[in-house]
């Protein structure tokens, strides 16, 4: 083991072991908001009706019951912390005694015993003036026994690493929207429109009543016709009169009413529309009077009133929601043009991995095969096939270089071990690496490589939250190119507590959101974990140095939270490889 490694190696250990450290400083006071907002966007709107993780999660585990409130003060014991931490007693089920505080931030945990400063005393910001050679020490107050969590790594091994917005910029930019393709209305919810929305009619396309009632020519009393008679008194017809989808009726003559249905055609020389409620009839069935009174217009939608033949409805690049397929189709489409779905394959790589049952003799179950693919899809992708390689670099190579896909995703392999062949792969396969490692946390490996002409390798790190930090950092901007989908504006969150920043690099940490704008750090988001990110709204970009409480921090929105587009079940088959 080089120096290097055993940096690396005690950096990443140190990460996991101060994930996992037990949080003193939360045994009451803050409680999940019971109504969690996703924080305002500078442009956005003002309120986002959203399927939330953290709504369940504030419904759910809205903070300790008074079990919790001890199983919280044991945590904060540090020796119990941790199997407080690791066994919730009950679990996450509705009333339960699953305690809120366990996932409480204490990123990098700041003090596990009440003796060591505050937050507030310290700094977080590194040394402004390192020895030469030497990334700057992390001044923290920790336990003195704690690993310092940044490597002396020689400054040569991250000289190739991108800053983490950097990186993101060249993800976008490393590609070209894909061509269009014309595809029905049913196939293209997620995608984006390659040509403006351009109404192939007038909406509502003839005048049409907005109410149930009598179209009417002129000033009232009205005439009735014999087949629209009603009971002496009452609105209500023994006829139908004119009922939506027919063609056009009779003309009106001043004076004369005709029973009419919301969304009929409102004859040619009417001159509004009574609703039911508002008529009178009398003289036998034949005379309409009204109660009340009306006025030119009233209750008819003009043709063209939405839209004219030829207008603008939605720009080019506009995602295809749900809505817009019913404005599409209401404004004559039956398909759209669109910009074409990246088409992507996944290659889980790693001999170790199950993929069902629990973990035996060594071996661990895949984490990543079931969420690459949906969180893919939700990026605008189309999932091909999801591949377990071995750790074999033949097998690697061959189905790399076999694939047809726009972007191989590649989990694993991306570090130096023994079996990690993602590097020499793409040596092998005269791959032009984008980007190279970047200065994140955690995730710190990822690579983007560009395979041939307008094909792409992402590679993620084998740890499941590392590869969600890649996926974030390198997949998310490159797919949103390919697909031409709209940037999401940034947007900002205060932090409610601090969270203590790598000297170097960006730090990526799961955040719920907290009275609407504020993002509340989580625990359990070590570079293995999935537990504090399945509990998110979103992640939150933690700028070297770290951030102060009340700060505001850039947000990283989780698709589900923000769009929830093109989550569905998954219908590719995975096949190939090992268990
Ligand atoms: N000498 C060094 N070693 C490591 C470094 C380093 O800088 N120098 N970086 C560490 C960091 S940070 C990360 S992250 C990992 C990245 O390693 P790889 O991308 O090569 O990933 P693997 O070694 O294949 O796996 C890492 C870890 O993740 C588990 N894993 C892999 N795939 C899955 C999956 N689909 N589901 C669940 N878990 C998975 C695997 O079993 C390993 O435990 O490298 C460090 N080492
Ligand atoms: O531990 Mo690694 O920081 O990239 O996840």
């Not at 990443?12 to 969690?36: P, Q």
């Not at 490597?151 to 894909?178: F, G, I, K, V, Y």
């Not at 076999?402 to 062949?421: E, F, L, Y």
Request: charged share 25%.
């Amino acid at each position: 083991m080089t120096d290097r490694d055993a940096d690396a190696a005690l950096d990443r250990a140190a990460e996991e072991a101060l994930a996992l450290f037990a949080d003193d400083r939360r045994t009451s006071g803050d409680r999940r908001e019971s109504h969690v907002r996703r924080p305002q966007r500078a442009s956005d709107l003002a309120e986002t009706v959203r399927w939330n993780v953290a709504d369940w999660a504030a419904e759910d585990w809205g903070g300790p019951a008074p079990q919790d409130a001890h199983a919280a003060d044991s945590a904060a014991d540090g020796a119990s912390s941790r199997s407080a931490s690791a066994t919730p007693s009950d679990g996450p089920s509705k009333g339960s005694s699953f305690n809120d505080e366990l996932f409480n931030s204490d990123p990098f945990s700041e003090a596990a015993s009440g003796d060591r400063p505050a937050a507030d005393d310290r700094s977080r910001r590194p040394d402004p003036s390192p020895e030469p050679n030497r990334p700057p020490e992390p001044n923290r107050t920790t336990e003195p026994d704690q690993p310092a969590d940044v490597p002396n790594e020689a400054p040569e091994a991250r000289a190739h690493a991108t800053p983490w917005h950097a990186a993101r910029t060249a993800a976008a930019r490393a590609a070209q929207p894909l061509p269009s393709v014309v595809r029905p209305l049913g196939e293209a919810l997620g995608q984006t429109l390659a040509e403006p929305l351009a109404a192939l009619t007038d909406l509502p396309s003839f005048d049409t009543s907005a109410m149930d009632g009598w179209a009417v020519a002129g000033p009232g009393p009205w005439r009735l016709p014999s087949e629209n008679a009603t009971p002496e008194g009452t609105g209500t017809s023994t006829g139908t009169g004119i009922l939506a989808g027919h063609a056009e009726a009779a003309p009106l003559s001043d004076g004369d009413a005709v029973r009419i249905a919301t969304g009929a055609r409102v004859p040619p020389g009417a001159t509004a529309v009574l609703r039911s409620e508002h008529g009178k009839v009398r003289g036998e069935g034949r005379e309409l009077y009204a109660s009340r009174h009306i006025t030119q217009g009233q209750d008819i939608r003009p043709r063209g009133q939405e839209c004219r033949r030829g207008d603008a409805l939605l720009p080019a690049g506009a995602l295809v929601t749900p809505v817009v397929l019913g404005l599409a189709a209401a404004a004559g489409y039956d398909e759209l043009t669109v910009t074409s779905r990246p088409r992507v394959e996944v290659l889980v790589l790693g001999d170790e991995l199950l993929r069902a049952g629990l973990p035996h003799d060594g071996r661990i179950r895949d984490a990543l095969g079931p969420l690459l693919g949906p969180w893919l899809r939700a990026l605008g992708a189309e999932v091909v096939a999801t591949r377990h390689v071995g750790d074999d670099p033949e097998a690697l190579h061959t189905a790399v270089s076999a694939s047809t896909a726009d972007v191989v995703v590649t989990t694993g392999g991306t570090a130096a071990g023994p079996v990690d062949h993602v590097h020499p792969t793409l040596r092998r396969l005269g791959a032009e690496q984008l980007v190279d490692g970047v200065q994140v946390r955690p995730g710190h490996p990822m690579l983007l490589a560009r395979l041939a002409p307008g094909r792409y390798l992402v590679g993620l790190p084998g740890n499941p939250l590392a590869a969600v930090s890649g996926l974030l950092t390198l997949a998310e901007p490159l797919l949103r190119t390919l697909s031409a989908r709209p940037a999401p504006p940034p947007y900002r969150a205060r932090l409610t507590e601090a969270v203590q920043g790598h000297p170097v690099d960006t730090r990526l940490i799961p955040v719920v959101y907290q009275h609407g704008d504020r993002a509340r750090p989580l625990r359990f988001h070590g570079p293995a974990m999935l537990r504090g990110i399945a509990a998110a709204d979103a992640l939150a970009v933690v700028p070297p140095g770290g951030a102060d409480q009340g700060a505001e921090a850039e947000i990283l929105d989780l698709p589900w939270t923000a769009d929830g587009i093109g989550i569905s079940a998954d219908t590719t088959t995975g096949t190939g490889g090992t268990p």
